[in-house]
């Protein structure tokens, strides 16, 4: 399979070259030529597989001829025997054709795990087949950086260095990131916000001069690998509600729309999926574009749910790019403007992108009645994100006959200020990490200034 960039003129890549490489040449993302297609036979057929196999099934078509099946079955399986769960992604029914699906079973508590776990797998094995030595820089609002860290942490082919914004990311996040003592393990707190890190790295990777001849590769939803990843659990939940015979709805926290852009792509592929639900909180940009086709920076404001504190999502251009009938001049145009002025979406490309997408926009006040309203209701506590989920799920449900499946992005334990506001408890830390507070932690403060954190990143590399 070939994977070409949403601008139109980087050279396109196969597999192996995507998972390497992050950002394109020209500035766009990757996506693949074609899609694979599955008939609904096909899909029905899965029915009773194994997380892992169905994973199997759903990923080798993107990746087929460039890892030897053998091996990939290997690294899926080993990922998602990591979870501490045997569904892996198990749904919960909060009421009448209202379910959650839970994501945050791995080992750092978030969906982010799904990809990342599989991604560093991914990259240690082609890294030994060729040989090579990769750096990894990658921007965080918290949940990316420790699953990043995780997967990549006894890579020996493999140096990491993760940005966040210093004091914007909660305790426990910062300590599963911190707490990793490794030594190709390299937690940079920013004095800046999300958008800050976001863009130095973007920046690195468009010129990484700085690393004297070392490549770049990327753990942010840019990578093509993280978003593949991802669209299994759409076909996880559907079959478990009694898909494919029967569509379902997905409402889904949204930030850097890589898990709704995965959804999309399921639908693509044939998966029945009746309605697409983009939730996001006060930082509403999304919803602003779907709903009055406004695409238009505001300044970010730091909310309760601070994984979806983020004003540019970069795989929005990836649906745009197929949206845009894969016209490459035509999204570097739009994304170019869109860097220094507010744009608009030609009008009849607006009208695809409404018909494929509802949105809605949860203020913390609204996300902590949701928390607080499901727990009385239900007895079953939201994590601020999901909340924002369900509380748009209801707010833009479509059809009351369709099962309606908000993703749980993460386990309330991270995000406990949002918890306590709703007047409700924190939950333990789950057994696996009940020590977390007590662990050593390492970090490093620096200036928002590019000029002084490659510097940092070029003298810690492994030489
Ligand atoms: C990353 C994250 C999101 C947003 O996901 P995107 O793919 O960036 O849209 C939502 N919730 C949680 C808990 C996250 O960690």
Redesign the pocket.
């Known amino acids: 399979m070939k994977y070409i960039s949403t601008r139109g003129q980087a050279p396109a890549l196969n597999f192996e070259e995507v998972l390497l490489a992050g950002l394109a040449s020209d500035g766009g993302l990757y996506v693949p030529e074609e899609l694979p297609a599955f008939s609904q036979e096909e899909i029905a057929s899965w029915a009773g597989l194994s997380y892992a196999d169905l994973a199997f099934k759903v990923i080798s078509p993107f990746v087929n001829d460039c890892i030897a099946d053998a091996d990939l079955k290997v690294m899926i399986d080993e990922t998602y025997a990591g979870f501490n769960h045997t569904a892996v992604a198990p749904l919960k029914e909060l009421g009448t054709n209202e379910w959650v699906l839970e994501l945050f079973h791995g080992p750092t508590l978030?969906?982010?795990d799904f990809a990342l776990q599989l991604l560093g797998r991914l990259m240690d094995h082609v890294l030994v087949k060729r040989n090579e030595h990769l750096v990894i820089m990658g921007a965080t609002?918290?949940?990316?950086g420790s699953a990043a860290i995780e997967g990549c942490r006894h890579s020996k082919h493999v140096d990491i260095f993760i940005l966040h914004p210093h004091n914007r990311v909660s305790e426990v996040q910062r300590k599963q990131m911190t707490t990793v003592l490794a030594d190709n393990v390299h937690n940079i707190a920013l004095e800046g916000n999300f958008d800050d890190c976001q863009e130095m790295v973007k920046a690195s990777f468009a010129d990484q001069s700085f690393l004297k001849g070392m490549k770049l590769g990327a753990v942010n939803?840019i990578n093509w690998a993280r978003i593949m990843s991802q669209i299994v659990y759409y076909f996880s939940a559907s079959l478990a509600v009694g898909g494919p015979h029967r569509p379902v709805a997905f409402s889904?926290?949204?930030?850097?729309?890589?898990?709704?852009f995965a959804g999309y792509l399921a639908k693509k592929m044939g998966l029945p999926i009746s309605q697409l639900v983009v939730a996001t909180n006060h930082n509403d940009i999304l919803h602003r574009v779907i709903s009055g086709n406004d695409m238009s920076k505001q300044s970010l404001v730091h909310t309760l749910?601070p994984?979806?504190d983020?004003m540019v999502?970069s795989?929005f251009e990836r649906m745009l790019f197929d949206v845009y009938d894969k016209h490459g001049a035509s999204i570097d145009d739009l994304m170019k403007r869109f860097k220094t002025e507010s744009v608009q979406l030609d009008p009849a490309k607006w009208e695809k992108v409404r018909e494929l997408f509802d949105s809605y926009a949860v203020d913390d006040e609204a996300t902590c009645q949701t928390i607080a309203d499901v727990h009385a209701e239900t007895g079953y506590l939201l994590?601020p994100?999901t909340a924002i989920g369900v509380k748009a799920a209801r707010e833009c449900i479509r059809d009351k006959a369709v099962p309606m499946i908000t993703l749980a992005?993460?386990h309330p334990v991270k995000f406990p200020d949002a918890v306590l506001k709703a007047g409700l408890e924190s939950p333990a830390l789950p057994e696996h990490m009940a020590d977390l507070f007590d662990r050593e932690e390492r970090m490093t403060v620096l200036d928002n200034d590019i000029a002084g954190v490659q510097a940092f990143i070029a003298d810690n590399v492994t030489p």
Request: aromatic share 8%; no cysteine; charged share 15%.
């Open positions: 978030a969906f982010k609002s918290g949940d990316t939803s889904v926290p949204t930030g850097n729309f890589g898990d709704i749910s994984s979806m983020i999502s795989n994590d994100h992005t993460a």
